[in-house]
């Protein structure tokens, strides 16, 4: 239970340092950010595979680069669902936002050695 919450947070923190670096996404709050690390997570879970399954086609085609798009769309909905506290402007910084995003938290967890 404890390392399902250093993640939350750990994800918490790269959507944060993520909003104040890239100028495409704009976060409120701390809390705002560990609202969307909470939905964000949710949707990877519930949502995610279904999208996978239905884009293997365009996993083989591209190599896996589509798991970018699809990550760039779980943030913009993510965003959607958030609502103030959390904008992503475009598709595209929703793209740069999900690598970041990845990047950082994958950073942390190795830091952290989680």
């Keep these: 239970m404890l390392r ?23 976060i409120r709050s701390f809390t705002a950010a560990l609202l969307v690390a ?3 997570g949710l ?34 909905l993510a965003a959607m669902i958030v609502g103030g506290g959390f904008a992503v402007e475009s598709f595209w910084w929703a793209m740069i936002g999900s690598i970041c995003i990845s990047l950082v938290a994958w950073l942390l967890s190795a830091v952290l050695n989680v």
């Design 43 to 76: 949707i990877n879970t519930l949502l995610k595979p279904i999208f996978i399954f239905f884009s293997f086609p365009f996993l083989i085609v591209t190599l896996g680069l589509f798991m970018l798009v699809i990550n760039a769309l779980m943030l913009q």
């Design 4 to 26: 399902l919450i250093v993640l939350w947070l750990i994800n918490a923190t790269a959507v944060y340092v993520t909003a104040n670096m890239l100028p495409g996404i704009s």
């Design 38 to 40: 909470l939905v964000l």
